[in-house]
């Protein structure tokens, strides 16, 4: 069995922290040790973060992992309370905004202008870059093409739904043309097909080379999108990896999953175990963990036992993310 | 869309000396000093949303030239004239309107820079989405201070022109009244941002109206210092807006000396360590 990479990671900082005195010329985001605390209470523990230019880079975590602090520290607005960071190769502390001004972030929840149109929102945007005018001008045009707020352009922020602020947040984000996009939950909000639409979009910004940051608890998001992401639960990085990688080593190839009626899925736990690298209890169901999910499934009905469903399917990072936070993701 | 590639590569700094001492200046300054470009374009944002409001922008006007009205006309019929603290007997009116003059810049002031900016900063969340950007604690600061100054400075001049109009007018020292009504308004909405910055709720806002209703009614506004008791008389000096009123009234009736320069370094002192004060607070409030 693999060591899980927190327990490792200590000694890994020992060893690193010997070479390095900073940031490599294309880490665009490089933390070691980083840690941020609200009064007694530690948000963030402790982590290291490499992130290289053109990457793009996820952190996937349960609610109050300290996904949202990480990305704040991150976009030069949150300052660490321990550890060093370097964001695009400066230091937060003394050049917030020659850092900022090459970023592009989305937060968590929308902040757009309340007393401003749509259209206002992007142009007055542009303006604290010190983008002039006439730019800005094309450039929204542009963006709320992308967003398909093009018709909304004149109306008022205040009415819009949900989604389309989310749309109008990210447009925001690219005004200034970034360099490297922090994007906090994307696309919680959003229907599908605005989601697939702003996968593509994010897709197509990374092959200009626009550097991505994102939090996500969508795991199709994660697999979809990111070259490398880091599971955090409770302020520390709990595993990291690209998501094949993170499949490859906390997961088996195959997971089957069994359905008994409500109450009965914990009893029969013990008696499969030996079928099994590995079980998970869920209220709702049983899943085994195994290269061979078919054998293990006509195991099951040998042993007598009807489950009212059985289900074979690939291991995900849903999998993966059970195993190392004990939660799933519910979404 | 065309979204270029990033143009500059980023360069490793390196522990450089420079580096190195430039971090420890940051980390002894309390903050990054407010830069002038980027504090206009807050201004700049608030133009954008009273370009649509600016009816709103008239009411601020008609407050004072009501009191002016009722008060000092009204009343004025009824008193006649009034012997200044300086011992120079004048009409009511014209010792009346330079008060509400000042009176004006600090409610204007002091509306803009609590409810204001407390709905922004609270609500709107406004200021969140503006640290993300280049600006700083302190360019916000400074911008909205700005632009309380910039409704200021038009409330005390169309107010000067109607007392001017109404012949209370006295003295070419007038014109000075519009840049002495400028630093009542910095003042007010310096300390008004800073005491912003310490609310809670709403219900705080009863302490604003606490501070500034006495002081408009007691701060040699309707009647000269010498109406009161030795020891009140101390007491009133020590409020903000006496001296502010003072200011005006003296520029405005050009019975001037130097005492103007102890009211306007009184304001000047004030607005200062209320920017300083707003400024950090602001920046603990918003860079958690
Ligand atoms: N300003 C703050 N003051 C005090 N505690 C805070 C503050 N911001 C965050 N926290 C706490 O830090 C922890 C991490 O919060 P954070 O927002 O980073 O989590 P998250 O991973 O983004 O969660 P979510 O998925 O719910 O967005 C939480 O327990 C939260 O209560
Ligand atoms: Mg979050």
Redesign the interface.
């Given at each position: 069995m693999i060591e899980p990479a927190s327990l490792t990671q200590d000694a890994a900082v020992d060893n690193r922290d010997a070479f390095e005195v900073g940031p490599g010329v294309e880490e665009l985001v490089w933390a070691r040790g980083l840690r941020k605390t609200f009064g007694d209470f530690t948000a963030v523990d402790g982590i290291d973060i490499s992130v290289r230019r053109g990457e793009a880079f996820g952190f996937l975590g349960p609610n109050g992992a300290g996904k949202s602090s990480t990305m704040r520290m991150i976009g030069a607005v949150s300052p660490a309370t321990e550890g060093r960071l370097r964001i695009l190769g400066r230091d937060p502390v003394t050049d917030g905004p020659a850092i900022r001004a090459r970023l592009g972030v989305v937060p968590q929840t929308d902040n757009l202008d309340q007393e401003l149109t749509v259209r206002e929102n992007l142009l007055i945007y542009g303006r604290y870059f010190g983008i002039p005018r006439a730019q800005i001008r094309a450039r929204a045009a542009e963006l709320l093409d992308f967003v398909q707020l093009t018709e909304r352009a004149d109306d008022l922020v205040e009415p819009l739904s949900g989604g389309m602020k989310r749309r109008l947040t990210i447009a925001r984000s690219l005004i200034n043309e970034p360099e490297m996009l922090l994007l906090d939950e994307p696309t919680t909000g959003l229907d599908p097909q605005a989601r697939h639409a702003l996968w593509d979009r994010l897709f197509r910004l990374k092959q200009r080379g626009v550097t991505l940051v994102l939090t996500t608890h969508y795991m199709d998001e994660a697999e979809q999108l990111c070259d490398r992401l880091v599971v955090m639960d409770k302020g520390r990085i709990a595993a990291e990896g690209s998501p094949a990688e993170l499949i490859g080593t906390y997961s088996t190839r195959e997971v089957l999953e069994l359905r008994f009626p409500a109450g009965e899925n914990e009893a029969h736990a013990g008696g499969l175990a030996d079928l099994a690298d590995r079980i998970e209890v869920l209220p709702d169901r049983l899943l085994l963990y195994t290269d061979d999910g078919d054998a293990a499934a006509t195991a099951v009905v040998e042993r007598g036992l009807h489950p009212a469903s059985v289900l074979v399917r690939r291991s995900s990072l849903e999998d993966v993310f059970l195993r190392l936070t004990g939660r799933s993701l519910v979404d | 869309?065309?979204?270029?590639?990033?143009l500059?590569?980023?360069?490793?700094?390196?522990?450089t000396r420079a580096?190195l001492s430039?971090?420890l200046?940051?980390?002894v300054l309390p903050m990054?000093l407010p830069s002038a470009?980027?504090a206009s374009?807050l201004v700049?944002?608030n133009l954008?949303?009273y370009r649509r409001g600016w009816l709103l922008i008239l009411s601020g006007f008609f407050e004072p030239l009501f009191y002016l009205l009722s008060i000092g006309i009204g009343i004025g019929a009824l008193v006649g004239t009034v012997t200044t603290d300086a011992g120079v007997a004048i009409d009511y009116t014209v010792f009346v309107a330079p008060a509400l003059m000042a009176s004006s810049a600090m409610n204007g002031a002091v509306y803009d820079s609590t409810f204001n900016i407390f709905f922004k900063l609270k609500y709107?969340?406004?200021y969140?989405?503006?640290?993300?950007?280049?600006?700083?604690a302190s360019d916000v600061a400074a911008g909205e201070t700005t632009w309380a100054l910039m409704r200021g400075a038009l409330y005390s001049t169309t107010f000067l022109a109607v007392m001017l109009a109404l012949g209370l007018v006295e003295s070419w020292w007038a014109i000075l009244a519009i840049p002495a009504c400028i630093l009542i308004g910095f003042a007010f909405a310096a300390v008004g941002l800073a005491a912003t910055s310490f609310m809670k709720s709403w219900q705080n806002f009863e302490f604003v109206q606490l501070a500034i209703l006495p002081m408009f009614l007691f701060s040699t506004t309707f009647y000269p210092l010498s109406v009161y008791p030795e020891a009140l008389q101390v007491v009133v000096q020590c409020t903000p807006l006496y001296h502010g009123i003072e200011l005006v009234r003296s520029l405005v009736t050009g019975i001037v000396d130097a005492s103007i320069l102890g009211h306007v370094l009184y304001l000047v002192v004030m607005g200062a360590l209320g920017l300083i004060i707003g400024s950090k607070r602001l920046a603990t409030l918003?860079?958690?």
């Open positions: - | 869309m065309s979204l270029s590639p990033p500059q590569p980023t360069v490793s700094p390196g522990p580096g430039s971090t200046l940051a980390r990054p470009r980027r374009l700049e944002r954008l949303v709107a969340k406004l969140d989405a503006v640290l993300a950007t280049p600006l700083s918003l860079l958690k």
